[in-house]
């Protein structure tokens, strides 16, 4: 035998005598690793995929609350505008620059 595969030989033996090595190529560690590593990172359902999701989801929720808010405030002015004619009035005035017949409308831009 070669002088180099004796002393590879010898290295390997050192090395799986150790304790570190014993704990970490037991069988049940590395498929619990394996299974971990898949599960976080490689299958379909990982928690990567989880979380960006949850945060797509969070970013709905939110625009679901601004939109209910933005929907109430609107049925709130539409029941002012149609239980006071002034107030209707007043929006047709401001918002689509209406006017009555003789008047003369001037825009002030700031």
Do not use: C
């Not at 299974?35 to 299958?43: A, E, G, N, P, T």
Request: hydrophobic fraction near 40%; proline fraction near 3%; glycine fraction near 2%.
């Amino acid at each position: 035998m070669p002088l180099n595969f004796v002393i590879v030989k010898k290295l390997w033996q050192k090395i799986r005598s150790t304790k570190w090595f014993q704990i970490v190529s037991n069988k049940f560690l590395l498929t619990t690793v394996g299974f971990i590593v898949w599960m976080f990172f490689l299958d379909v359902n990982s928690y990567l995929i989880h979380h960006e999701l949850d945060q797509e989801i969070d970013e709905l929720e939110e625009s679901i609350k601004y939109y209910n808010s933005e929907i109430k405030r609107d049925q709130k002015q539409l029941h002012e505008l149609n239980s006071d004619p002034e107030k209707l009035e007043k929006f047709a005035r401001e918002q689509y620059w209406m006017k009555k017949p003789g008047e003369e409308i001037f825009l002030i831009e700031e």
